[in-house]
């Protein structure tokens, strides 16, 4: 066998916090389910043409999730293969997909998955005046609260109604033509009801800052009586399946007639997973290949509703690495220290791979600060020491105060066929 790798997801979801920086990880996102945006939480995805002025549909885009060989197998860092000299090779790979999960924005709960919470916001730029401020939810083009707006009875029949609070651009809009919006309204002398309204059309009036949407029929029948405390928030998207159709893998043969090396040389990781019920006071021993000269620690916090099973993502207050006996610190590290980076920063480099953030907080597709709350942040170890003849003893002494649940010890080592 040439390379066997397990629990991969682990490692690079981790990595890749350190390995790309903000620019990057926004910009290499196409390769995934849904790319970033740019910065602007209302912009979208490159993967939906959100039209969001005018009266062209909206469209979503197909793509292809693209996964590189060479972040799979350290083989696959090679450029030629002689599958003349090797002969018949097998690839196994096994996908785990029971953690992706379909998160909406602009719902109308308000959790992480809906972004419901969006509507009930009052931004400082809704108006000038902090008297004439309003939600994100108000429709109607005169202020009836903080909350909602009013529609006089003569704008009801037209379908078109304004939006209560200003936006300085489109960019700031949350509106997109085909997007559903659940209404509530209370006509003059009538009882409140909802009604559910999909968007045909969007008018930006730059000079005034006041939006204008045009929906698939009239308010309350289109009836000709004024509508007071109206508000909006999105509608909940239907329960969603995620199903793979099929995988391929692209393999180019080189027909340049350059001859492939005699030999190949390759980096690969080796894996090793313990489990433990919780220990606040972890320390174990481990024996390490002697060729390993790098070795990242991950530990998933598996405590709480929703329990990480990729992140490392445990509290980890201080942490003490010993091989053979001898301490790598004279004290134990801090975690998200200038201690604890400069380990990180030591075993990046003896791994020829620059350190490029240690902004350790995992984006949402959001891809804004504000938006970072309560969001993953990670806390891997990482360690390097020499090559030597036999096999080294490594202790690990972590301290957390949820507890150690998961261990995962990742050594790099080098091979050669």
Request: hydrophobic share 35%; net charge negative; with cysteine.
């Given at each position: 066998m040439v390379?066997?790798?397990?629990?991969?997801?682990?490692?690079?979801?981790?990595?890749k916090?350190?390995t790309?920086?903000?620019?990057e990880?926004v910009?290499q996102?196409y390769?995934?389910?849904?790319g970033m945006?740019?910065g602007n939480q209302l912009?979208?995805?490159?993967f939906?043409?959100?039209?969001?002025e005018g009266?062209v549909?909206?469209?979503?885009?197909?793509h292809?999730?693209?996964?590189?060989?060479?972040?799979i197998?350290?083989?696959?860092?090679v450029d030629?293969l002689d599958?003349?000299r090797y002969?018949?090779?097998?690839l196994?790979?096994?996908i785990d997909?029971?953690?992706?999960a379909?998160h909406?924005l602009?719902?109308k709960?308000?959790?992480?998955?809906?972004?419901?919470?969006?509507?009930?916001?009052?931004?400082?730029r809704s108006?000038?005046a902090?008297a004439d401020?309003?939600?994100?939810?108000a429709?109607g083009e005169?202020?009836?609260?903080?909350?909602t707006g009013q529609?006089?009875a003569?704008?009801?029949?037209?379908?078109?109604?304004?939006?209560?609070r200003q936006?300085?651009?489109l960019?700031?809009?949350?509106?997109?033509?085909?997007q559903?919006?659940?209404i509530t309204?209370t006509?003059?002398?009538?009882?409140?009801?909802t009604?559910v309204?999909?968007?045909?059309?969007i008018?930006?009036?730059?000079a005034?800052k006041?939006?204008?949407l045009?929906?698939?029929?009239?308010l309350?029948?289109g009836?000709?009586?004024?509508l007071?405390?109206v508000?909006?928030?999105g509608?909940d998207?239907?329960?969603?399946?995620?199903?793979?159709?099929?995988?391929?893998?692209v393999?180019?043969e080189?027909?340049?007639g350059?001859?492939?090396?005699d030999?190949?040389q390759?980096?690969?990781f080796?894996t090793?997973?313990?489990t433990e019920s919780?220990?606040?006071?972890y320390?174990?021993n481990?024996y390490v290949?002697?060729e390993?000269?790098?070795?990242?620690?991950?530990?998933?916090?598996?405590?709480?509703g929703?329990?990480s099973?990729y992140?490392?993502?445990?509290?980890?207050?201080?942490?003490?690495?010993?091989?053979n006996g001898?301490d790598?610190?004279?004290?134990?590290?801090k975690?998200?220290?200038p201690e604890?980076?400069?380990?990180?920063?030591r075993?990046?480099?003896n791994m020829?791979?620059?350190l490029?953030s240690?902004r350790?907080?995992v984006p949402?597709?959001?891809n804004?600060?504000?938006?970072?709350?309560?969001t993953?942040?990670?806390?891997?170890?990482?360690?390097c020491?020499?090559?030597?003849a036999s096999?080294?003893q490594?202790?690990?002494d972590i301290?957390?105060?949820?507890g150690?649940r998961?261990i995962?010890?990742?050594k790099?080592?080098?091979?050669?066929?």
């Amino acid at each position: 066998m040439v390379e066997d790798i397990r629990d991969l997801n682990v490692l690079k979801c981790n990595m890749k916090q350190y390995t790309e920086d903000e620019i990057e990880r926004v910009c290499q996102s196409y390769k995934g389910f849904n790319g970033m945006n740019s910065g602007n939480q209302l912009n979208g995805t490159p993967f939906r043409d959100l039209v969001k002025e005018g009266t062209v549909a909206s469209t979503k885009k197909q793509h292809e999730i693209l996964i590189d060989m060479k972040d799979i197998f350290g083989l696959g860092e090679v450029d030629m293969l002689d599958t003349g000299r090797y002969g018949q090779g097998e690839l196994h790979i096994t996908i785990d997909l029971d953690n992706i999960a379909i998160h909406q924005l602009f719902g109308k709960s308000t959790n992480d998955n809906s972004g419901g919470d969006y509507w009930a916001i009052i931004d400082e730029r809704s108006a000038v005046a902090q008297a004439d401020r309003v939600s994100n939810g108000a429709l109607g083009e005169t202020r009836a609260g903080a909350s909602t707006g009013q529609i006089a009875a003569g704008n009801v029949a037209g379908g078109v109604y304004q939006v209560t609070r200003q936006y300085d651009s489109l960019e700031e809009s949350p509106f997109h033509n085909g997007q559903q919006l659940e209404i509530t309204r209370t006509p003059a002398a009538g009882a409140q009801g909802t009604e559910v309204r999909t968007i045909t059309g969007i008018a930006y009036d730059s000079a005034s800052k006041f939006i204008s949407l045009t929906f698939d029929a009239a308010l309350n029948g289109g009836a000709a009586t004024q509508l007071n405390s109206v508000s909006m928030t999105g509608v909940d998207a239907p329960a969603a399946t995620f199903k793979v159709n099929n995988a391929t893998l692209v393999i180019y043969e080189n027909t340049s007639g350059m001859k492939p090396p005699d030999k190949i040389q390759y980096k690969t990781f080796t894996t090793e997973r313990d489990t433990e019920s919780g220990i606040t006071s972890y320390s174990r021993n481990y024996y390490v290949e002697p060729e390993c000269a790098n070795l990242i620690i991950c530990c998933p916090d598996g405590a709480g509703g929703n329990p990480s099973r990729y992140l490392s993502d445990l509290d980890i207050s201080d942490y003490r690495l010993r091989v053979n006996g001898v301490d790598l610190t004279n004290r134990p590290i801090k975690m998200n220290t200038p201690e604890h980076y400069d380990r990180l920063g030591r075993t990046f480099l003896n791994m020829d791979m620059p350190l490029k953030s240690i902004r350790e907080k995992v984006p949402k597709v959001l891809n804004v600060r504000e938006n970072e709350a309560g969001t993953a942040q990670v806390k891997m170890i990482a360690e390097c020491f020499p090559v030597t003849a036999s096999a080294k003893q490594v202790e690990i002494d972590i301290n957390s105060g949820n507890g150690l649940r998961d261990i995962f010890l990742f050594k790099e080592v080098v091979r050669e066929i």
